[in-house]
């Protein structure tokens, strides 16, 4: 057990550690953070660290999954239809790429550009989820509905498509499949959204891990430390989320996802971005982009909807799909 005891020991456990403590902050998936940190401390291949972060995602999505069903927050009905389509393809989406190629060196090649364009499309997705809040939030419309009916086949491709997702690249069950279940159901009230997205995201990457392992076995010197870090960082994550403004830990995460997916794909060599080098620039500049335009941008389609470009309603309030819109402007909170 010593010669686990080193310094990439300690590096993999921080790693879980942070993520953990953003995913029990916020709620997103640890996979669209932890595979990304992981590739850049260069600590495996990528179907390794694809495989250890889906292990130990089974593990702390798990306690999480028994709190809120203990609450009854989950919709049972709505995740059981979710499962029925994510299952079997996270555990056919990694043999598919093993399918493409034998080769360990392509197979890291394809399952980096693969993980790259997932946190690109993970980034894409939460913003959208804003602005589909935002549009409800000014029809006035909106009425919580937590036991919707179910639109089966839908929920189905949905379910399949994030199932593939998560199987491939880990990436997906607390992001992508959010924004589909937001847009299929906007009805569902906050907690009930999380609830059932947090409890299908169990089974499925468990099934995606297992999948995973059969193909590639399991890094013992990666997952034993990454559970250490992860299981604490969720822990205390979700003890302070009451107390930490939401809306700039999730605007930082919008900018790290786009950050880390451009990386991959630079670091694959992709080639509109040349395969013979890297450009650290490029990424910095991206990167500083989205930090300044993103809030510029926001503040224009807000205005275009009749609202102030800043205040009220928060990315809080717009997040919630119980908000009602009399309640805009009436009262400042700490994360405008």
């Given at each position: 057990m010593l010669e686990f005891i080193t310094i990439t020991f300690f590096s993999i456990l921080a790693a879980g550690f942070i993520v953990g403590i953003v995913v029990g902050l916020t709620g997103m998936g640890g996979g669209a953070l932890m595979t990304p940190a992981l590739l850049f401390l260069g600590v495996g291949e990528a179907a390794t660290v694809v495989t250890a972060d889906l292990t130990a995602a089974a593990v702390y999505k798990t306690g999480g999954a028994i709190v809120h069903k203990r609450e009854g927050s989950p919709n049972m009905q709505l995740a059981k239809w979710l499962m029925i389509g994510s299952i079997p393809m996270a555990l056919l989406g990694p043999h598919l790429v093993a399918w493409f190629t034998d080769d360990i060196d392509e197979l890291n090649h394809v399952l980096i550009i693969c993980i790259g364009f997932a946190l690109l499309l993970a980034a894409a997705t939460y913003a959208l989820r804003l602005y589909v809040n935002l549009l409800r939030v000014r029809s006035g419309s909106h009425v919580v509905d937590d036991n919707p009916t179910i639109r089966v086949v839908p929920t189905l491709l949905v379910g399949m498509l994030g199932g593939l997702l998560v199987g491939i690249t880990s990436v997906g069950s607390g992001s992508v499949i959010m924004i589909a279940l937001l847009m299929l159901y906007p009805g569902l009230s906050a907690v009930k959204l999380v609830g059932t997205d947090l409890v299908q995201a169990v089974p499925l990457v468990l099934a995606a891990a297992v999948s995973n392992i059969a193909l590639h076995g399991i890094d013992w010197a990666i997952l034993v430390p990454l559970v250490l870090g992860s299981v604490p960082g969720t822990i205390l994550g979700s003890m302070l989320a009451p107390r930490v403004p939401q809306s700039f830990i999730r605007r930082g995460i919008v900018v790290v996802l786009t950050m880390s997916g451009v990386a991959l794909l630079d670091k694959s060599g992709w080639a509109p971005l040349g395969e013979e080098e890297t450009h650290p620039m490029l990424i910095a500049?991206?990167?500083?982009?989205?930090?300044?335009?993103?809030?510029?941008?926001?503040?224009?389609?807000?205005?275009?909807?009749?609202?102030?470009?800043?205040?009220?309603p928060t990315i809080a309030q717009l997040e919630d799909p119980s908000y009602r819109p009399g309640l805009v402007g009436m009262k400042k909170v700490d994360d405008a």
């Open positions: 500049g991206i990167g500083l982009a989205v930090l300044v335009v993103l809030p510029i941008v926001w503040g224009f389609l807000r205005k275009q909807q009749g609202l102030p470009m800043f205040g009220s």
